[in-house]
């Protein structure tokens, strides 16, 4: 809120007629050596691809037949999922996050959605034996959470990134997150679809068959995840006060 205009309006042209002090080269610190950027951002690009390789994953395991471990799902069906799953993350975000972030803070939120993802994700394999109102109050809460907790996650580790840089190299911070994160967005989808394949040849296997390797997968990834939202990988600029 801008309660004197006029007067920010003066500071601003004193400060263009007044020279500025170019910032010497040697004080510039290299983002690659700022250590909370980097370690941010990694935990940032496993998290994307954990929730890409899942967002890849889902709608091939829910049209797959019963039989290989899936819910036989006609894509009709996915899409409903999927837009109440949209639904619930957008008035999630509108109406819920502020606050969670308000009082747990970045990194306190994003370790404990990261938690609550795993037993939510161990469950997915064992929907394929409910059927008609079971399944679809499962399925719908389920993929609805696992929405929220993503967004939790990421969000997070999004702010992170932002408050280890002064204003002056968020833009070029920005630049080598979304660089990095692309990649891992492009490599998640053809591994889940080849992870998918594999596991649906292995569904008489002794250990986690079938369609709960994938989901174990999905798991493991994202407890490495988790794993790096703590010290000593984590590090926090001083200056900040996160939970």
């Not at 799953?85 to 957008?90: P, V």
């Not at 109406?95 to 370790?111: A, E, T, W």
């Not at 190299?169 to 967005?185: E, P």
């Not at 394949?197 to 989901?215: L, T, V």
């Amino acid at each position: 809120m801008h309660k004197n205009l006029e007067r920010e309006v003066e500071m601003y042209c004193d400060s263009e007629v007044a020279p500025h002090r170019e910032v010497p080269h040697s004080e510039k610190k290299s983002l690659y050596k700022n250590w909370p950027l980097m370690s941010s951002i990694i935990a940032y690009c496993v998290f994307t691809l954990h929730d890409t390789a899942y967002s890849e994953i889902f709608s091939l395991w829910a049209v797959s037949d019963k039989k290989y471990g899936g819910l036989s799902f006609s894509s009709k069906d996915v899409g409903q999922v999927l837009a109440a799953s949209g639904a619930g993350l957008l008035l999630y975000q509108i109406f819920v996050y502020r606050h969670v972030h308000k009082y747990l803070g970045s990194i306190i939120s994003s370790r404990i959605a990261a938690v609550l993802s795993i037993p939510l994700l161990a469950t997915y394999p064992f929907m394929t034996h409910l059927s008609g109102t079971k399944l679809g109050l499962a399925i719908y809460c389920a993929a609805v959470m696992k929405g929220a907790f993503a967004t939790t996650i990421l969000t997070g580790t999004c702010i992170l990134q932002n408050s280890a840089v002064p204003q002056n190299q968020r833009g070029a911070a920005n630049g080598i997150s979304t660089t990095a994160m692309s990649l891992f967005k492009a490599i998640a989808p053809a591994g889940a679809g080849v992870l998918f394949s594999w596991a649906q040849k292995r569904q008489h296997a002794a250990f986690f068959p079938g369609d709960q390797m994938i989901f174990l997968i999905l798991n493991i990834v994202e407890v490495i995840g988790l794993v790096l939202t703590f010290k000593p990988f984590l590090a926090i600029p001083k200056q900040y006060d996160f939970k």
